[in-house]
């Protein structure tokens, strides 16, 4: 067995303490949580289980060193997004003890081979004093523009183009502050949020273009982005969040695109709205809801389509679970290897042989 620590219990922490409890190979030994409220909390109620977990979640602020002592692997799930000075430290300090850290808070390391020299050269020292490994990803970025298209690339004969899409109804999304800020969901139309700001999408997701163009013996002559922003018609109330005014930012759809020789060839979108009902002349998931799909345009053209739901159908939810599936699944590949740095190209997906087949919704 190998003790595993759920370091953060937000959206993809939750996620996290149920895979880890429910992977064969894999013991939960400790949960580390930034709200002292959820301190001395079992880690099974956090994770909204029905069951205790018989593990006491710990307060940051508390020994970390002792949490990290007893782990043998790391799943860091506190956010990235507007820390990542922090999170990086959190993972080398990881890493440094030892652990197998897998994490989709560092997003210049899904590609580590262009990840900024003083980062990279962080966690490879961290490595070689404590013989730890690191593996960043996700779901997109992640398995939705790295191991998914490259592997249907592997079924045509003949390949034009690469297209990665996340198409997401945002009005469910369980994070309010990122909504409206990050991305810019209700901010008047002149407003430039983080998500969109020039170089910010090749920061986030270029790692993933020059990764797929390698595994595609290619190289990209240059990266691209586009951006358009959408207007809501008419106020808006969500369940989570709250009213969305009129006249205000509804949508926004962007692309970052991958160069080759000049042409996009291969292309990571996302389209991204707070009602159904904002630009419908963009990209569509099936159900309006959301969905990430990957589209092979050559000979024989091929459209792959993949929808997730967890948490009562909440496809957001979906989408970090399966993110968490990845990094999880990869703990025990990864405790076969030698400490390093890793990516999606290193690191397979595996079946999930011995999982425990579940009879809920079964007839008995």
């Known amino acids: 067995?190998?003790?595993?620590?759920?370091?953060?219990?937000?959206?993809?922490?939750?996620?996290?303490?149920?895979?880890?409890?429910?992977?064969?190979?894999?013991a939960l030994c400790a949960?580390?949580?930034?709200?002292?409220?959820?301190?001395?909390r079992d880690a099974g109620e956090l994770a909204g289980l029905e069951h205790a977990l018989g593990v006491a979640a710990t307060s940051v602020t508390s020994d970390i060193e002792a949490a990290l002592r007893g782990a043998r692997a790391v799943v860091y799930a506190a956010s990235g997004d507007v820390r990542p000075e922090e999170a990086l430290d959190d993972v080398v300090r990881a890493v440094r003890a030892g652990a197998i850290v897998v994490t989709p808070a560092l997003y210049a390391f899904y590609d580590p081979r262009s990840a900024p020299p003083d980062q990279r050269e962080r966690?490879?020292?961290?490595?070689?004093?404590?013989?730890?490994?690191?593996?960043a990803s996700g779901v997109d970025p992640g398995w939705a523009n790295d191991v998914l298209p490259l592997m249907l690339t592997g079924l045509g004969t003949r390949?034009?183009?690469v297209r990665c899409q996340e198409i997401f109804d945002y009005s469910t999304y369980d994070q309010e502050d990122s909504v409206r800020y990050?991305?810019?969901?209700?901010?008047?139309?002149?407003?430039?949020p983080l998500m969109t700001a020039p170089g910010v999408p090749t920061m986030v997701w270029g790692g993933q273009l020059r990764l797929m163009a390698r595994?595609?013996?290619?190289?990209?002559?240059?990266?691209?982005?586009?951006v358009e922003r959408a207007p809501l018609a008419e106020d808006v109330e969500t369940a989570t969040m709250g009213k969305f005014a009129a006249d205000t930012q509804g949508g926004v759809r962007f692309e970052v695109r991958g160069e080759i020789g000049g042409v996009p060839r291969i292309v990571i979108?996302?389209?991204?709205?707070?009602?159904?009902?904002?630009?419908?002349?963009?990209?569509?998931?099936?159900?309006?809801v959301g969905a990430h799909r990957v589209v092979i345009e050559?000979?024989?053209?091929?459209?792959?389509?993949?929808?997730?739901?967890?948490?009562?159908?909440?496809?957001?939810?979906?989408?970090?679970?399966?993110?968490?599936?990845r990094l999880v699944g990869a703990i025990g590949w990864l405790a076969g290897r030698e400490p390093g740095l890793y990516d999606a190209l290193d690191v397979p997906i595996t079946p999930a042989a011995g999982v425990r087949w579940s009879t809920e919704g079964t007839e008995q």
């Open 298 to 325: 050559g000979r024989p053209r091929i459209e792959v389509t993949v929808e997730a739901a967890d948490e009562g159908g909440n496809r957001s939810a979906g989408g970090n679970a399966t993110a968490v599936g």
């Open 269 to 288: 979108e996302h389209v991204t709205r707070i009602h159904g009902s904002v630009a419908p002349q963009w990209p569509q998931a099936p159900d309006g």
């Open 1 to 26: 067995m190998i003790p595993t620590l759920v370091w953060g219990t937000g959206n993809i922490g939750r996620a996290a303490i149920r895979a880890v409890a429910a992977r064969p190979g894999l």
């Open 215 to 226: 595994a595609l013996g290619a190289e990209l002559s240059g990266i691209s982005e586009h």
């Open 159 to 161: 390949i034009e183009a």
């Open 182 to 192: 990050l991305v810019g969901m209700g901010q008047p139309m002149e407003y430039e």
């Open 31 to 40: 949960v580390l949580v930034h709200d002292p409220a959820k301190a001395g």
């Open 123 to 135: 966690v490879l020292a961290a490595v070689a004093e404590g013989g730890g490994s690191l593996f």
